[in-house]
């Protein structure tokens, strides 16, 4: 089996750090402490396979342990728990550290090969039992445990640490409890997924006939087959007369040989906590999720940040400042009796001073918006994370909304600072504005000289003084290619006539000029303003939900990685 259990852990490292508040704390324990038991694990002998004989009291497990040992290591009697600490047979030099890191004291070292033989008495006459049985050449961890099911807590404790760190697990049952329910819920379903290092030896088969010892077997297997260990080896043994005993060793041996089971043991663990992860992590959101939840979200977010009334009074504001700059100069003074509307919303470029670098320092004048609009906006902003987060698992969409409603809290003042912050001004005034103006003044001028002209002509008049020479301007007739006499139009009375007339259509011509420049500067700031709204938008709405959903995405990749 080809295993690259380092990337394994560091995927699985991955997901539980990307997950950290988002899922449940005990699945992300399991991944962190598989993580951790990969990695100690991996940096100790890789030469021996550490096998563990689990069972309940009375299981004869001890007495397994002795059988395929081949000598008397571990103490058997009546008095329950017998075992109160593990206990080790050892092939092979350089398992120190590894056993320290069992936290295993007590210590066998078997001799690498077969002993003579000699008899041992048991039940029902006399067998051969090896000391140091043939087939365990070095490489092998043998482990007696104490009982998983023992009355003294820091026994079964002891038992459940080392079940946890052992390459090779070895299950010794009886017939009497081997469907124990607290065996198979608490201990051999948690380990579904790992049949290839989990053996069943149905032990003292040597108290059963031949037929109830078979039919045994088979049920042992439906129900370890129900916990999800289908395929796991389950053996017929009696440590009494040492039926299978053989068959077992000769396993335990080969696995040793074969150094895979420690690999293979921390694989299956990744894969089943990363199989928990992937689970928990769902299925991705829709990649258009949202589309139109951002739509709503920037409409909702331009009417909380007074988009719309400050576009309108860009739109007054401009149309105000061309009438002054190109209105008729005799009339263009009222224009400045009404206020300005970026002035009374504090937004006036020239009043608005914002430090570079200190921009949370500014603030408007608008009206704070109505509590409908608030809602609406706050509306907006659940909606849109209900739609980008579909389908994601319940973890994230709440991550998300914790998220998201830090931002609605500050929403009011990041939209007021977003408008204070946007460009209004038209840059330069347009050149055209000059142009007027300088007509008009010209055309007011005019206008003074022919009045004054025609002042000094009625006081000339009046005091029977010699009239000023007084040029006409004639109007019609043959001067203008027609027929007749004309009209002679003094010049004075031309220049005032001009100087209203044309100062006056020109300021009409101006307004309307003035209204197409207003609505393009109009069009020109809303768009500043939604970019300013869609930057808040993003800082406090999309980035925090985006961000929760890009780590769900590194959390699901890295747990599929680790789960495959």
């Given at each position: 089996?080809?295993?690259?259990?380092?990337?394994?852990?560091?995927?699985?490292?991955?997901?539980a750090?990307?997950a950290?508040?988002?899922?449940?704390?005990a699945?992300?324990?399991?991944?962190?402490?598989?993580?951790?038991?990969a990695?100690e694990?991996?940096?100790?002998?890789?030469?021996?396979?550490?096998?563990?004989?689990?069972g309940a009291?009375?299981?004869?497990?001890?007495?397994?342990?002795?059988?395929?040992?081949?000598?008397?290591?571990?103490?058997t009697?009546?008095?329950r728990?017998?075992t109160?600490?593990?206990?080790?047979?050892?092939?092979?030099a350089?398992?120190e550290?590894?056993?320290?890191?069992?936290?295993?004291?007590?210590?066998?070292?078997?001799?690498?090969?077969?002993?003579?033989e000699?008899?041992?008495?048991?039940?029902?006459?006399?067998f051969?039992?090896q000391?140091t049985?043939a087939?365990?050449?070095t490489?092998?961890?043998?482990l007696?445990?104490?009982?998983h099911?023992?009355?003294?807590?820091?026994?079964?404790?002891?038992a459940?640490?080392?079940v946890?760190?052992?390459?090779?697990?070895?299950?010794v049952?009886?017939?009497?409890?081997?469907?124990?329910?607290a065996?198979?819920?608490?201990?051999?379903?948690?380990?579904?997924?790992?049949?290839?290092?989990?053996?069943?030896?149905?032990?003292?088969?040597?108290?059963?006939?031949?037929?109830?010892?078979?039919?045994?077997?088979?049920?042992?297997?439906?129900?370890v087959?129900?916990?999800?260990?289908?395929?796991?080896?389950?053996?017929?043994?009696?440590?009494?007369t040492?039926?299978?005993?053989?068959q077992l060793?000769?396993?335990?041996?080969?696995a040793?040989?074969?150094r895979?089971?420690a690999?293979?043991?921390?694989?299956?663990?990744?894969?089943?906590?990363?199989?928990?992860?992937?689970?928990?992590?769902?299925?991705?959101?829709?990649?258009?999720?949202?589309?139109?939840?951002?739509?709503?979200?920037?409409?909702?977010?331009?009417?909380?940040?007074?988009?719309?009334?400050?576009?309108?009074?860009?739109?007054?504001?401009?149309?105000?400042?061309?009438?002054a700059?190109?209105?008729?100069p005799?009339?263009r003074?009222?224009?400045?009796?009404r206020?300005?509307?970026?002035?009374?919303?504090?937004?006036?470029?020239?009043?608005?001073?914002?430090?570079?670098?200190?921009?949370?320092?500014?603030?408007?004048?608008?009206?704070?918006a109505?509590?409908?609009?608030?809602?609406?906006?706050?509306?907006?902003?659940?909606?849109?994370?209900?739609?980008?987060?579909?389908?994601?698992?319940?973890?994230?969409?709440?991550?998300?909304?914790r998220?998201?409603?830090e931002g609605?809290?500050?929403l009011?003042?990041?939209?007021?600072?977003?408008?204070?912050?946007t460009?209004?001004?038209a840059?330069?005034?347009?050149?055209?504005w000059?142009?007027?103006?300088?007509?008009?003044?010209?055309?007011l001028?005019?206008?003074?000289?022919?009045?004054?002209?025609?002042?000094?002509?009625?006081?000339?008049?009046?005091?029977?003084?010699?009239?000023?020479?007084?040029?006409?301007?004639t109007?019609g007739?043959?001067?203008?290619?027609?027929a007749?006499?004309?009209?002679?139009?003094?010049?004075?009375?031309?220049?005032?006539?001009?100087g209203?007339?044309?100062?006056?259509?020109?300021?009409?011509?101006?307004?309307?000029?003035?209204?197409v420049?207003?609505?393009?500067?109009?069009?020109?700031?809303?768009?500043?303003?939604?970019e300013?709204?869609?930057?808040?938008?993003?800082?406090?709405?999309?980035?925090?939900?985006?961000?929760e959903l890009?780590?769900?995405?590194?959390?699901?990749?890295?747990?599929?990685?680790?789960?495959?």
């Amino acid at each position: 089996m080809n295993i690259d259990l380092a990337g394994r852990t560091n995927a699985l490292e991955t997901a539980a750090r990307e997950a950290a508040g988002r899922l449940e704390q005990a699945l992300l324990d399991d991944a962190r402490a598989v993580v951790t038991r990969a990695r100690e694990r991996g940096g100790l002998s890789a030469e021996h396979t550490v096998v563990a004989l689990a069972g309940a009291t009375g299981s004869g497990k001890s007495s397994l342990f002795n059988a395929v040992a081949g000598t008397d290591l571990a103490g058997t009697g009546v008095r329950r728990p017998t075992t109160s600490h593990a206990m080790a047979a050892v092939w092979g030099a350089g398992a120190e550290p590894l056993l320290d890191w069992l936290d295993v004291p007590t210590r066998h070292e078997m001799p690498a090969g077969p002993v003579p033989e000699e008899p041992v008495p048991g039940r029902g006459g006399l067998f051969r039992r090896q000391r140091t049985p043939a087939g365990i050449t070095t490489g092998l961890v043998l482990l007696d445990l104490p009982d998983h099911d023992s009355v003294v807590v820091e026994h079964r404790v002891r038992a459940e640490r080392l079940v946890e760190r052992a390459d090779l697990l070895v299950w010794v049952v009886d017939p009497q409890k081997y469907a124990d329910a607290a065996l198979h819920e608490r201990y051999l379903r948690p380990l579904a997924g790992r049949a290839d290092v989990v053996v069943l030896a149905l032990n003292q088969v040597d108290r059963l006939a031949p037929e109830d010892a078979a039919a045994m077997v088979a049920d042992l297997e439906r129900l370890v087959a129900a916990d999800g260990l289908a395929g796991a080896r389950v053996l017929p043994v009696s440590a009494v007369t040492g039926q299978g005993v053989d068959q077992l060793r000769g396993l335990l041996a080969e696995a040793a040989q074969r150094r895979e089971a420690a690999t293979t043991r921390l694989a299956l663990d990744e894969r089943a906590v990363a199989e928990r992860l992937v689970a928990a992590c769902g299925q991705a959101p829709p990649e258009r999720a949202g589309e139109r939840a951002r739509a709503g979200l920037r409409a909702a977010l331009e009417d909380a940040a007074g988009v719309p009334t400050v576009v309108d009074a860009v739109r007054t504001s401009a149309r105000r400042d061309a009438h002054a700059a190109t209105g008729w100069p005799v009339t263009r003074w009222l224009g400045r009796l009404r206020a300005d509307p970026l002035r009374r919303l504090g937004l006036r470029p020239d009043e608005v001073r914002v430090p570079t670098d200190r921009t949370d320092l500014a603030r408007t004048s608008l009206p704070a918006a109505r509590p409908s609009v608030r809602a609406a906006a706050a509306t907006a902003v659940r909606t849109y994370v209900g739609q980008v987060t579909d389908g994601a698992p319940d973890p994230w969409v709440l991550a998300a909304r914790r998220r998201a409603q830090e931002g609605i809290d500050r929403l009011p003042d990041e939209l007021d600072q977003a408008v204070a912050g946007t460009r209004l001004a038209a840059g330069r005034r347009p050149a055209w504005w000059r142009v007027v103006d300088v007509l008009q003044w010209l055309l007011l001028a005019a206008l003074v000289v022919g009045l004054l002209w025609l002042g000094a002509a009625f006081a000339l008049a009046y005091f029977q003084l010699p009239p000023l020479p007084t040029p006409v301007l004639t109007v019609g007739g043959a001067a203008w290619g027609g027929a007749g006499p004309g009209l002679d139009v003094p010049w004075p009375t031309v220049l005032v006539l001009g100087g209203v007339l044309l100062g006056v259509l020109l300021a009409l011509v101006s307004r309307l000029f003035a209204a197409v420049g207003a609505r393009r500067r109009a069009s020109r700031v809303r768009r500043r303003l939604r970019e300013s709204v869609a930057r808040v938008a993003d800082e406090l709405v999309r980035g925090p939900v985006a961000d929760e959903l890009a780590a769900l995405a590194r959390c699901r990749a890295a747990a599929r990685v680790a789960a495959s």
